[in-house]
């Protein structure tokens, strides 16, 4: 069945807001069965989201908009959607009573401003709205079910879950199943040549790629005569993409890369310390950005003066000296001096040159250091040089200092596989 999903807000359109909601949405409509057929993005004006709203509605089944349900006064969705069907705003009272108890919950008094997040089109369903203070709705423009929601991703989400894929999700044509799989350390060209050919020999599968630096996820797309066998397919092919792949596969959809590197920890029973310099704590907030770190990680040391990494980590004055702080003796230090304040079974560390600034002929912008310190064993120390601006150095260096703990916990060679070169010079992707 076609669907479309209309993003409205003029902070969309003028390129201040990155819509994140409009690819989560068309996720959630391919998961569940239909065909999205058409993005559109709108300014928060009435006239133009009634015609768009129109125009849609000849062409789609099912239509999930987003944006202008708030109480300032370019939010005019529900007005909008009422001039698409020629009738009138009328106030819930139910929903009233929602917002009103939100804010005597903080104290606050309801304008007539916010009260109005409670006027609907005449006939519409309103979708409470668990996490905030603007219900959703649902309404028939032309020949399209409309759902309509907050523009706040948690709210939205929250709105698509309790209320539009229950309904949705009972008229859809499920023929088909999506699977995902994520991987770091691979470039997307290479993840394409290694799957090669799977698509021509399995009847039903369509391969897509999407790169979110630095990772890269494969979908797998399955269509066949019923849901069940769509979904044995998808699972058959996502089975011999995972082996194709190989260790650079790290998780599926709602996985991430710190969350399964958390997970081989908690499953041997290690704890972490961090000791960070270029990267700012970036590993620490990626790995406590997961719920229950606190099991496993211990300490994240963020010494970025020299000074710091002295008085904290004890790495000595004389070797900053003899070797500067970007160095394998520094990181060697680094890692050690917080496997030691930590208390940790396994420790890494990080410096480098992310630039924009700071580089020499010996050590360019995109050097970068990482030391991995481990009981009863010799700390190894990795030099890498990685292509980018600031924020890919540092995010790349991240994910590289993760893959070292991965591969520890997993017992694998720390000297082999597509996102670690040992002791050498290595041109990310």
Known sequence: MP?????????????????????????????????????????DDVALIADELRRLGERSSVIVCTGGLGPTSDDVTSA??????GVELVRDPSALAHIERLYAARGRHVSEASAQQA?????????????????????????????FMPGVPREMQAIFRDSVRPTVGELAERTTHQRHVRTFGLPESQVAELLEGVEEAHEGIT????????????????????AADAEKLA????????????????????????????????????????????????????????????????????????SAKTQILGVEQDLLRAYGAVSAECACAM???????????????????????????????????????????????????????????????????????RRHAEGRSLDEGPALATCAEFRGA
């Not at 994140?20 to 559109?40: D, I, K, P, R």
């Not at 792949?245 to 499953?267: H, K, M, Q, T």
Request: charge should be negative.
């Open 80 to 85: 909008a959607a009422a001039q698409a069907l």
């Open 235 to 306: 699972l058959r092919v996502t089975d011999l993409v995972r082996e194709r792949l190989g260790e650079a596969v790290f998780g599926e959809r709602d996985d991430s890369f710190a969350g399964a590197v958390g997970e081989r920890l908690r499953d041997r029973g290690l704890t972490l310390a961090l000791a960070e310099s270029c990267t700012g704590g970036m590993v620490g907030a990626m790995l406590t950005a997961v719920p229950g770190s606190s099991e496993y990680l211990l300490l994240d040391a963020v010494t970025y003066a020299n």
């Open 207 to 226: 391969l897509g790629y999407r790169a979110h630096f630095p990772e890269i996820e494969v979908k797998v797309h399955a269509r066949a005569e019923s």
């Open 335 to 405: 890692a050690e001096g917080a496997r030691r304040a930590g208390g940790s079974d396994v420790a890494v560390s990080i410096t480098g040159v992310a630039g924009p600034g700071g580089g020499s002929e010996h050590k360019p912008v995109g050097t970068v250091w990482i030391a991995l310190a481990r009981k009863d064993e010799p700390t190894r120390m990795f030099r890498y040089q990685l292509d980018g601006d600031r924020d890919r150095v540092r995010t790349r260096a991240a994910y590289l200092a993760l893959e070292l703990v």
């Open 119 to 147: 006027d609907f089109p005449e006939g519409a369903r309103v979708l409470p709205n668990p996490e905030g203070t603007a219900p959703g709705f649902e309404l028939t423009v032309g020949r399209a079910r409309c759902f």
């Open 3 to 43: 669907a479309a999903v209309l993003s409205i807000g003029t902070e969309l359109t003028r390129g201040e807001l990155v819509n994140s909601n409009a690819s989560w949405l068309a996720e959630e409509l391919t998961a569940l069965g239909f065909v999205v057929q058409a993005h559109s993005t709108v300014a």
